[in-house]
């Protein structure tokens, strides 16, 4: 029986941004997909990455990028199952290494977890489609019997369906609304409120536009008093902003979204490149006005 768990990774908001490394274990994400293609891959990034400063990392076996095909709770299993059992063996040298898993499947959130994963990246936690078969019904019972955080991320539709529908009238306050909408359905199904992180869900259901307002109105988002996980990382608007098409060249808008965040009060950053994010995360933390 999975029960009560992962209580004890939740942080103490506020201390210093957190900086999530991303491992997507996918062949098709939009940015590194195939690039993680075993176990020993990953694992060296994963090395990789703690070793740059990453405070968790994130593994995806689902790609959620627009179009992607839906694999499915076993393919994602074969994926992640592996790589967790071979990430226990780092926990001898830090027993306080953090793992998330990014999943929507309540029954892959459960194995992962009983795997050793400590939180729930849920990239429909928050999702407003007119539809809430959307959502894995059975996911909020298993977040609130273990205790575990749960990142909720807004989005609307799926993969295949989302770009279709980025129409808001004020992007802000109806990102904030749906978030505060899916919160109270968590709060109600038993989740404590100190388990949910807020993800306004960059680049889901969003134009380069409505990505750039919902950027500039990260502080009201963070004002609803939830920890605020940001995730520009590499992300298309930010290559249309940039005029560049190459994904991995997309490492300095990145930092400048991160550096934004943080002075509106992000309390997680979600990236590829954790080496140099790390030292904006540390810089920027560094010129936070000091609270009297």
Known sequence: MLDQVTTKVLPRWGERTLVMGVLNLTPDSFSDGGRLNSVPAALKAAKRMLAQGADLLDLGGQSTRPGAEIVGPAV??????????????????????????????????????????????????????????????????????????????H???????????????????????????????????????????????????????????????LGQLRSAGFPLLVGPSRKRFIGAVLGEARPRARLWGTAAICAQAIAVGADVLRVHDVGPIVQVARMADALRPISP
Do not use: H
């Not at 990430?87 to 929507?104: E, M, N, W, Y």
């Not at 019904?137 to 955080?149: D, E, K, S």
């Not at 369906?161 to 709060?187: K, P």
């Open 76 to 153: 994602e299993l074969e994926r992640l199952v592996p790589v967790l059992e071979a990430l226990q063996a780092l926990r001898v040298a830090d027993p306080d290494l953090l793992i998330s898993v990014d999943t929507f499947e309540a029954s892959v959130a459960e194995a992962t977890l009983a795997a050793g994963a400590n939180w729930i990246n849920d990239v429909r936690g928050a999702n407003r489609d007119g539809d809430t078969s959307l959502r894995d019904p059975q996911m909020l019972a298993l977040i609130a019997r273990v205790g575990c955080p749960y990142v909720l991320m």
């Open 155 to 217: 989005s609307r539709g799926t993969s295949k369906t989302m770009d279709c529908l980025a129409m808001y009238v004020d992007v802000v306050a109806e990102v904030c609304s749906e978030l505060w909408a899916a919160t109270q359905q968590a709060l109600a199904a038993g989740v404590r409120r100190e388990q949910i992180i807020w993800d306004p869900g960059l680049g889901f259901a969003k134009t380069t536009e409505q990505n750039l307002a919902l950027l500039r109105g």
